[in-house]
Nanobody
Framework: QVRLVESGGGLVQAGGSLRLSCAAS????????MGWFRQAPGKEREFVAR????????IYADSVKGRFTISRDDAKNTVYLQMNSLKPEDTAVYYC?????????????WGQGTQVTVSS
């Protein structure tokens, strides 16, 4: 089983930036695809971004494409989500996920989540 711990959330004004981190431990990290999902109040959890081993293949939700960048450092067992040009509608709890599918279906392992709040 893989353990995931997110950090880096906070309060930011619209147009600002944040970088989320997800530290993984346990089962081998390098063989896994990793991803980020988010859940806004009153809404279902939704796919944000996915990255595979080596970082050469990434997928993004249309709502964040061009603003968010997912990356990973396999030596540190860490995946990142750089979020730029943030909008109030990006406000959500952001979750790290191990082995999400290409179609956005999440894997079984989740972190505890980190709150991102974007003020207008």
């Amino acid at each position: 089983q893989v353990r995931l711990v997110e950090s880096g959330g906070g309060l930011v004004q619209a147009g600002g930036s944040l970088r989320l981190s997800c530290a993984a431990s346990g089962r081998t990290f390098r063989s896994n695809a990793m991803g980020w999902f988010r859940q806004a109040p009153g809404k279902e959890r939704e796919f944000v971004a996915r990255i595979i081993w080596g970082g050469s293949n990434t997928i993004y939700a249309d709502s964040v494409k061009g603003r968010f960048t997912i990356s990973r450092d396999d030596a540190k067992n860490t995946v990142y989500l750089q979020m730029n040009s943030l909008k109030p509608e990006d406000t959500a709890v952001y979750y790290c996920n191990a082995e999400p599918r290409r179609d956005g279906v999440p894997g079984d392992s989740w972190g505890q989540g980190t709150q991102v709040t974007v003020s207008s």
